[in-house]
């Protein structure tokens, strides 16, 4: 779903890193991207998924990493990744630092909320002259990320993401976007028919394809949110909030893109 909706956002590149037995049926569900097989003590469980990522040939644990995470321009980290491999600790460590442009979802969440010195790996970002990283969290994920929050305090939360200097996209009925300099966007557009499971890889692998194609992380994360929301509005309209599916939100950006006047400004072929 997140490779799906990052390739519906525009940009031209999408790579899906996974176990083997599952390269196949991913690319017959989304040909479009480039499949890649995780090296085996790399991933646990079949289902870790970093888009953009790399390109069709097996690796090694310890080379994969460095080897293709140079030339891509985002990097979405944590759909369906095992959180409790050494190996993958210290290869999220490595991408916090070095990615271009960085989103953690769901797994990466899980996996920064049990290991107190990746927080220092994301600080350092800016050192770097990275952007900040990108997290999405929904209120329960957030909530392990930090203990003391107590729900509906966004200042507490808006003082997190200027802490730890990263951009919060705190995902509830009412999202929350807070940057690292103190900003803060609310997003009130929104139905229940996005409280699906699925909806936020939706949004990640949206936002990612936003960030490959060179909008900051603050731009970014306002244009996903807005357009996730947009596109929920557009396709409750058709299908009602019972029945909407999260894989159905892709097929909507078009006209939202419309909508936003963006396709005006994409060059005509040729």
Known sequence: MA???ALRSGVGLVYL?????LILPLMTMCPEAI??????????????????LVARERLTPENWIEKYLSDKDAVLLGP???TDRKDVRQQFSYIAENAKHLVLDAGALSILSENEDLWRSLSSRRERGLDPAVLTPHIGEFKRLDPS???????????????NEIVLVLKSHQTNIFTSDGKWYSNRESNSGLAKGGSGDVLS???????????DAEKSAACAVG???LAGRLCADEHGRRAMLPTMLWNYYDRCFQMLKWEEGMESDG
């Open 3 to 5: 490779a799906s909706s």
């Open 17 to 21: 890193l996974t176990p083997s037995e």
């Open 35 to 52: 499949g890649i097989s995780v090296p085996d003590s790399a991933c646990k469980t079949p289902s870790a998924h970093v888009v953009p």
């Open 80 to 82: 369906g990744i095992a």
């Open 149 to 163: 929050w107590e729900n509906g305090d966004m200042a507490s939360a808006q003082a997190f993401a200027v802490k």
């Open 205 to 215: 692998g949206l936002l990612a394809g936003f960030l490959a194609q060179g909008l």
């Open 227 to 229: 357009i996730h929301a």
